[in-house]
């Protein structure tokens, strides 16, 4: 009960902080997922609550955008770059490996929450690539097993912490 009480009063601070109108809609998606990390389905609820649309109206914006998150993420981030670049030069192996290491699907985050495991269309970096960016740090000219290598000694400095 406590939990959800700070939810609500920080909701209502993000609430009153904006104006209580449509265009307000992504400052508040933003606010909320600074805050929370995520959004959630009752907090977009509350935000169409508040600003006067839908619940579906609300996600279908959010769901537009990629730096919306509808799961809580990981403590550690990988991003596999799909661009043409990175594409023709085997980014899709080193998609497949991140799957097949961590057993976990692009937009999804392990069982206990170490890692997320997204997919972008480019990362502008394409004279490296293909390039995965993990924690914002970028590795180019990656290869599945110095990406392996890479997950690896981040799994055995979580374990020793």
Do not use: W
Not at 31 to 47: C, P
């Amino acid at each position: 009960m406590v939990v959800e009480e700070a939810m609500n009063t920080t909701l209502q601070k993000i609430f009153t902080s904006k104006k209580k109108r449509r265009g307000s809609l992504i400052p508040i998606l933003q606010d909320v997922q600074r805050e929370f990390g995520y959004l959630t389905k009752e907090n977009m609820m509350r935000i169409g609550d508040h600003i006067g649309m839908s619940f579906n109206e609300v996600y279908g914006v959010a769901s537009f955008y990629k730096q919306f998150k509808f799961i809580k993420s990981g403590k550690h981030i990988i991003t596999v770059c799909l661009g043409t670049a990175c594409f023709v030069k085997g980014s899709q192996i080193l998609a497949e490996a991140v799957k097949t290491k961590l057993g976990i699907n692009p937009d999804e985050t392990t069982e206990d929450g170490l890692f997320s495991f997204e997919r972008v269309a480019c990362l502008g970096c394409c004279a490296l690539s293909p390039v995965v960016q993990i924690d914002g740090e970028v590795y180019g000219e990656m290869k599945p097993a110095k990406l392996l290598r890479i997950i690896n000694r981040i799994i055995k400095e979580e374990k020793n912490k």
